[in-house]
């Protein structure tokens, strides 16, 4: 596979989450071997009209390998705004068509686009014109069960353009239940020619070789497998080398979730980003001994100090 410089290995991507993947998280991540990273989604219509937040969402650190995410359903807009966040630095543009909340699809966006697979290849073309970084895509297998179209919209956007699909084995109408399927997404892999990266279910090193081995594809996406354990990469790295891997020990978690805790402090201030961690605090917490009773406190701190101290009853050394 050859993407952005990144050859004959297989890519480690971080998915795009809205609340979750933020410049903070994103370098986390990174140090554990995430090679590529995708943003938080940005409105086009947000960035073509001077919202405010877009900066914040579209905001990079410096030498960051990551692609700004965009969303919207009409060319011209998703081409000036994919223009202007060029400023941002961002390796690629990536365009959502794959979000399933409601908000998304009532207005047209997101996975919506996978029911006109022409407006999809017409965006891409759109969004390529005006920029010279390369163009990526994020799709879902289809909008339902009875229109997994991924192959068509796939071939569509890779002829207007797009240098790397990402597939997440998911409907629309699933949104994020039931298991990821394989056989579409393998079926994209066969079809077009760039480089296409799986996303789903990924939490661990052997469901990630599970992943390759069924789709055949050039890289992994990890989302929700990375929410609270940036260190999953890491993990993934190790079975894709077929090495063995051993967990960071507690310290060294305890360490991380206070960078990542410190981190969102500095960028969003320090009450707006404590509220939002309470839910970071129970994603580092899931699965381990008493983690009921943390998630309860974890939803009551509002200072760094009392996340902190959260942080200790998470990983005690």
Known sequence: MKFMGLTEKKILMLAPMAGVTDLAFRALC?????????????????????DKKTAALARLYEGERAAIQIFGSEPYYMAKAAESLLQYGP?????????????????????????????????????????????????????????????EVALRTEEAGASLICVHGRTREQMYTGSAETETIAAVKKAVSVPVIANGDVVDGDSALAMLKATGCDGIAIGRGAMGKPWV????????????????????????????????AELKGEYPAILEARKHLSWYSKGLHGSASVRRLANTVTTLGEAIEVAKMIFPH
């Open 30 to 50: 990174a140090e554990y071997g995430a090679d590529y990273a995708v943003t938080e989604m940005v409105s086009a219509k947000a960035v073509c009209f001077g």
């Open 91 to 151: 390796v690629a543009i990536d365009i959502n068509m794959g979000c399933p909340v409601p908000k998304c699809v009532k207005s047209g966006e997101g996975s919506a686009l996978m029911k006109n697979p022409v407006l999809c290849g017409e965006i891409v073309a759109a969004v390529r014109s005006a920029v010279n970084v390369p163009v990526t895509v994020k799709l879902r297998t289809g909008f339902d069960s009875a229109h997994k179209n991924a192959v």
């Open 233 to 264: 990469f890491a993990e993934v790295a190790a079975a894709l080398a077929g090495k063995e891997y051993v967990s960071p020990a507690n310290d060294e978690k305890y360490a991380v979730l206070c960078r990542h805790l410190t981190h969102m």
